[in-house]
């Protein structure tokens, strides 16, 4: 399944959002929590996995929804099971990664 990226700089840092295409422009809700996927933060463009594996193991951030984002995040080591929540059977996952 395609994935669409975002590449988010701010100052010095760089944060990547990769959301599954498929879910792009939808709006997820479950008790209190919200998962708004119709603005412009995750609409990017679509590339190859191996291209986005390499985005999110240098970036200072990610922001991962979908199953295929999270597994291609687990996949690289980016985030744990610790870091997912789910929302209307949706997953997400944010973190910030450290580079020694």
Not at 59 to 85: K, S
Not at 94 to 100: D, M, N, P, S, Y
């Amino acid at each position: 399944m395609p994935m669409l990226v975002k590449i988010h700089k701010k100052e010095s840092r760089t944060i990547i959002a990769v959301c599954d295409k498929d879910l792009l422009g939808k709006l997820f809700e479950e008790n209190g929590k919200q998962l708004d996927l119709r603005g412009e933060f995750y609409k990017g463009e679509e590339l190859e996995i191996e291209e986005i594996g390499d985005l999110i193991r240098n970036a200072d951030g990610v922001n991962l929804v979908g199953q295929e984002a999270i597994n291609l995040g687990l996949q690289e080591g980016v985030i744990g099971q610790e870091n997912i929540i789910i929302i209307k059977g949706i997953p997400h996952a944010q973190a910030i990664l450290i580079h020694e």
